[in-house]
């Protein structure tokens, strides 16, 4: 019963402590995570009510998010909000054990799925773009990328440098809300990073969360410092302020190969994100709001260029790969045949975890003390004592990551495992170790959430690429078994067009009902991931499956 919550445009700071305003820890946690989505440490562009993602947002208009605010205030413990692209458009009666929010954010029919209408819906207020997390209320900031990054570079240095990029050169582009992982899961790995940004007040923010150590004007210079460090065996990080191309083009000048190579700049998004070379920030940003059509045909040579400069300097011998932005298919749109001639991190590195029902699993302290997170850790080290690459994992995430935001903890947990972790923080939380509810979630970006055929579902093995009814199965198994809050997205991660993607967010209350709810939804969530590889042929997803005596119908046992 405190007074309601004033909402005025900029960042925002998400209730914290064992209290509630709410009628439900549930709807409480929706409201706590919607508004922590846009904390100063957390949103990218908090004033527009953009968390990350280029133009990913949180809701559609300041007084769309303030209307969400006050009715998950008053919602009931047995009604359901729903929520369309940002704006809050019903509740109604459902049930205690419902979902206390349903949300749906950019989708469109499939003839019209594409950027030019959806941005003529956006500009009439009737749309807004989700991104993946950004939408659906459950982003962490740069960590909920992290131990994905760290993973893939970590899969490429086992691959190639011996199991360490101990004096290896890892280069990239794009220092924003995800990219910015990539200069400290690079540094994690023990390899030496340059990575190019357009925008220094986004590099800074990478100084200033300790993701990123140095920052340079001068290409050369910077080129110099990483090559040092690289020599010495330094794992240093430095991000430059430049064009990605201008980084790769002076390379090949100067005759320097990368070992790793890749790319996180919002090329997605030709007009929104992606910044054309041969021009200043400055001038880009006049030019994407006087004539945004000359804008995005720019943006499309650079990003051809781009990926030619990516394919010769895989020739040469960078270990070279897409970082799920779309940058090839965008390529090859405007004309580069070959734009897919280097592959996309998922088929490359990520899919055999996916077979086994894991994927970016995530969880937020609602009461804003770390000292929950640190229980957390600790419960996920003795549930899972024989997993070394997890207990390294947790040691240098204590270490290491700068909270943004409510404290949270990202850790790449599969079938089975995700449940046994919900339980046990719901235990924690009933027993007082843990001073207020913990809630759940995950990315879209997992293993039965998303039809992304340039990204998670690239090259699946049956063709089924572009087959969208399983995240619709997933969201709808979540919805079923109760989660917190669901959501249904379209154009996360690749843009308009290109991908379908569900997500789900449960709460550790403490209760016996949070623990049912935990074991249905933590178990049947990564199931479908599981099943959705089953169904295309993976033999790690077969033996996943038998072993964990699944109900697959025509799984042959
Ligand atoms: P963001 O919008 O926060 O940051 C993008 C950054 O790229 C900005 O800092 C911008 O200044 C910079 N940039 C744009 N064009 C550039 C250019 N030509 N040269 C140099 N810098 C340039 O986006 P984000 O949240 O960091 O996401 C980056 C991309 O990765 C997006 O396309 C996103 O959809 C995708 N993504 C990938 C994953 C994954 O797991 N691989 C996850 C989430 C998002």
Same mark, same amino acid.
């Given at each position: 019963?405190?007074?309601?919550?004033?909402?005025?445009?900029?960042?925002?700071?998400?209730?914290?402590?064992?209290?509630?305003?709410?009628?439900?820890?549930?709807?409480?946690?929706?409201?706590?995570?919607?508004?922590?989505?846009?904390?100063?440490?957390?949103?990218?562009?908090?004033?527009?009510?953009?968390?990350?993602?280029?133009?990913?947002?949180?809701?559609?208009?300041?007084?769309?998010?303030?209307?969400?605010?006050?009715?998950?205030?008053?919602?009931?413990?047995?009604?359901?909000?729903?929520?369309?692209?940002?704006?809050?458009?019903?509740?109604?009666?459902?049930?205690?054990?419902?979902?206390?929010?349903?949300?749906?954010?950019?989708?469109?029919?499939?003839?019209?799925?594409?950027?030019?209408?959806?941005?003529?819906l956006e500009e009439a207020g009737k749309m807004m773009y989700g991104q993946m997390t950004a939408g659906s209320w459950i982003y962490i900031g740069t960590q909920g990328i992290l131990q994905g990054t760290y993973e893939t570079f970590a899969a490429?240095?086992?691959?190639?440098?011996?199991?360490?990029?101990?004096?290896?050169?890892?280069?990239?582009?794009?220092?924003?809300?995800?990219?910015?992982?990539?200069?400290?899961?690079?540094?994690?790995?023990?390899?030496?990073?340059?990575?190019?940004?357009?925008?220094?007040?986004?590099?800074?923010?990478?100084?200033?969360?300790?993701?990123?150590?140095?920052?340079?004007?001068?290409?050369?210079?910077?080129?110099?410092? %990483?090559? $040092?460090?690289?020599? @010495?065996?330094?794992?240093?990080?430095? /991000?430059? !302020?430049?064009?990605? =191309?201008?980084? +790769?083009?002076?390379?090949?000048?100067?005759?320097?190969?990368?070992?790793?190579?890749?790319?996180?700049?919002?090329?997605?998004?030709?007009?929104?994100?992606?910044?054309?070379?041969?021009?200043?920030?400055?001038?880009?940003?006049?030019?994407?709001?006087?004539?945004?059509?000359?804008?995005?045909?720019?943006?499309?040579?650079?990003?051809?260029?781009?990926?030619?400069?990516?394919?010769?300097?895989?020739?040469?011998?960078?270990?070279?790969?897409?970082?799920?932005?779309?940058?090839?298919?965008? %390529?090859? $749109?405007?004309?580069? @045949?070959?734009?897919?001639?280097?592959? /996309?991190? !998922?088929?490359?590195? =990520?899919?055999? +975890?996916?077979?086994?029902?894991?994927?970016?699993?995530?969880?937020?302290?609602?009461?804003?003390?770390?000292?929950?997170?640190?229980?957390?850790?600790?419960?996920?080290?003795?549930?899972?004592?024989?997993?070394?690459?997890?207990?390294?994992?947790?040691?240098?995430?204590?270490?290491?990551?700068?909270?943004?935001?409510?404290?949270?903890?990202?850790?790449?947990?599969?079938?089975?495992?995700?449940?046994?972790?919900?339980?046990?923080?719901?235990?924690?939380?009933?027993?007082?170790?843990?001073? %207020?509810?913990?809630?759940?979630?995950?990315?879209?970006?997992?293993?039965?959430?998303?039809?992304?055929?340039?990204?998670?579902?690239?090259?699946?093995?049956?063709?089924?690429?572009?087959?969208?009814?399983?995240?619709?199965?997933?969201?709808?198994?979540?919805?079923?078994?109760?989660?917190?809050?669901?959501?249904?997205?379209?154009?996360?991660?690749?843009?308009?067009?290109?991908?379908?993607?569900?997500?789900?967010?449960?709460?550790?209350?403490?209760?016996?009902?949070?623990?049912?709810?935990?074991?249905?939804?933590?178990?049947?969530?990564?199931?479908?991931?599981?099943?959705?590889?089953?169904?295309?042929?993976?033999?790690? %997803?077969?033996?996943?499956?038998?072993?964990?005596?699944?109900?697959?119908?025509?799984?042959?046992?």
């Open positions: 019963t405190s007074a309601p919550l004033q909402i005025t445009p900029g960042p925002q700071v998400a209730p914290r402590g064992p209290e509630r305003r709410c009628k439900t820890w549930k709807a409480e946690a929706a409201l706590r995570m919607l508004l922590n989505n846009l904390d100063a440490e957390v949103a990218e562009d908090p004033g527009n009510l953009v968390v990350y993602g280029g133009t990913g947002k949180a809701a559609r208009t300041w007084d769309d998010l303030r209307a969400i605010v006050r009715t998950l205030e008053r919602l009931e413990a047995d009604e359901t909000l729903l929520v369309q692209s940002g704006r809050p458009v019903g509740v109604f009666k459902t049930t205690e054990f419902a979902p206390r929010v349903l949300i749906a954010n950019s989708n469109l029919v499939g003839h019209w799925a594409n950027w030019a209408h959806f941005r003529e490429s240095a086992a691959k190639h440098f011996g199991g360490s990029l101990d004096g290896r050169l890892v280069v990239t582009a794009g220092l924003g809300g995800m990219g910015g992982a990539q200069p400290l899961a690079a540094t994690m790995n023990g390899g030496t990073c340059i990575a190019a940004d357009v925008d220094p007040a986004r590099i800074q923010m990478r100084l200033d969360t300790r993701y990123c150590d140095e920052l340079s004007h001068d290409l050369d210079a910077a080129i110099d410092r %990483a090559l $040092e460090w690289k020599d @010495a065996k330094v794992a240093k990080s430095i /991000g430059v !302020v430049c064009n990605a =191309v201008d980084l +790769l083009q002076r390379l090949i000048e100067r005759g320097i190969t990368p070992d790793v190579l890749t790319d996180q700049t919002s090329a997605h998004d030709p007009i929104g994100g992606y910044v054309p070379s041969g021009m200043s920030l400055e001038q880009a940003l006049a030019l994407r709001a006087s004539d945004p059509a000359e804008y995005e045909r720019r943006s499309y040579a650079t990003m051809v260029r781009h990926c030619e400069l990516m394919i010769e300097l895989q020739a040469k011998g960078a270990d070279t790969f897409d970082y799920g932005n779309n940058l090839r298919g965008h %390529a090859k $749109e405007a004309g580069l @045949a070959n734009a897919f001639d280097f592959e /996309g991190f !998922v088929p490359k590195y =990520v899919r055999p +975890l996916f077979c086994e029902g894991k994927g970016p699993f995530r969880w937020a302290a609602l009461s804003g003390d770390p000292a929950d997170i640190a229980v957390t850790d600790r419960i996920v080290k003795e549930l899972f004592p024989e997993d070394k690459a997890l207990l390294r994992w947790l040691d240098m995430a204590a270490e290491r990551i700068q909270f943004q935001g409510l404290p949270a903890r990202i850790c790449w947990l599969g079938y089975g495992d995700r449940a046994k972790a919900g339980l046990a923080f719901n235990e924690a939380v009933r027993r007082g170790e843990i001073s %207020a509810p913990i809630v759940i979630g995950r990315d879209h970006l997992d293993c039965g959430s998303v039809a992304s055929p340039n990204r998670e579902t690239e090259a699946m093995k049956d063709g089924t690429d572009a087959v969208s009814d399983w995240p619709i199965l997933n969201a709808m198994l979540n919805v079923a078994s109760g989660a917190a809050w669901v959501s249904f997205h379209h154009g996360g991660g690749v843009g308009i067009g290109y991908s379908l993607h569900s997500g789900q967010v449960s709460v550790a209350d403490g209760t016996d009902e949070a623990a049912q709810a935990l074991e249905r939804v933590l178990t049947n969530d990564p199931g479908t991931g599981v099943m959705r590889h089953v169904d295309a042929g993976y033999e790690i %997803a077969e033996n996943c499956a038998r072993a964990k005596g699944m109900d697959l119908p025509l799984l042959e046992s």
